[in-house]
């Protein structure tokens, strides 16, 4: 019962560098997001996916991409990244948007 | 505009007293409306929710919440506060729309003093 799975939990980064955080699921929820979360703004949504194959934008998406080529995988890619993307990172997934959502345990990423 | 409003970012209760976070939301549309609990380092964990039915809704380690539409507020509370309680807290809405995504408030610390 692993629930949502991120990996790495920690990284840091050059700016200019890319990474792909990873995301899995094993709950066979359709529904999965990606949060960042910095102090005093809450969690902020950056992509979200409604089932394979399908996804969409969310409020911070700038700078990110993220793709869904199975129903358990929701990577997100920083492209080229830059200091302001200094956060920590949440997964997270469930049955439908209204859900709520299970989380992963973040994904603590310094650009330095 | 904001969606969900949590006033204040710290509050600091005795072991043993009330605790009472708030939350309030800012749409006439139906909501459907969470509260999240992150202990240090940890990813977020589900207290409660409400959906439809029972305004009063009861969660895991105590807490519960109750929905007052004319208030627009689903505030958090738990009669007695314990050590283990010390953590952030946040408010989370989703309103019965289209498009409409679970939108996060800022967050409040609770502290919880021996």
């Known amino acids: 019962n692993a629930g949502v799975t991120q990996t790495p939990k920690f990284q840091v980064l050059k700016t200019g560098q890319s990474m792909t955080l990873q995301c899995a699921q094993d709950m066979n929820h359709e529904y999965m997001s990606w949060y960042r979360q910095d102090p005093g703004m809450g969690l902020r949504l950056i992509h979200y996916s409604v089932g394979a194959g399908i996804t969409d934008q969310g409020e911070v998406p700038n700078g990110y991409n993220v793709s869904r080529s199975t129903t358990e995988d929701f990577p997100l890619r920083l492209l080229s990244a830059a200091p302001s993307q200094t956060s920590v990172y949440f997964c997270a997934s469930s049955v439908n948007r209204q859900a709520g959502g299970t989380f992963g345990s973040g994904t603590r990423l310094t650009v330095v | 505009a904001q969606s969900v409003t949590q006033l204040g970012s710290h509050v600091s209760v005795s072991e043993g007293a009330l605790v009472l976070l708030r939350c309030n939301y800012s749409?006439?549309?139906?909501?459907?409306l969470f509260w999240y609990v992150q202990y240090p380092n940890q990813g977020l964990q589900l207290l409660l929710k409400?959906?439809?039915?029972?305004?009063l809704v009861k969660g895991i380690n105590g807490f519960e919440a109750e929905f007052k539409k004319s208030e627009t507020s689903f505030h958090l509370t738990k009669p007695s506060a314990h050590m283990s309680d010390a953590a952030e807290y946040f408010c989370?809405?989703?309103?019965?729309?289209?498009?409409?995504?679970?939108?996060f408030g800022k967050g409040i610390t609770l502290s919880v003093r021996p």
């Open positions: 409400y959906t439809t039915g029972a305004t």
């Open positions: 989370a809405v989703i309103y019965l729309r289209a498009n409409s995504k679970l939108t």
């Open positions: 749409s006439s549309v139906p909501p459907y």
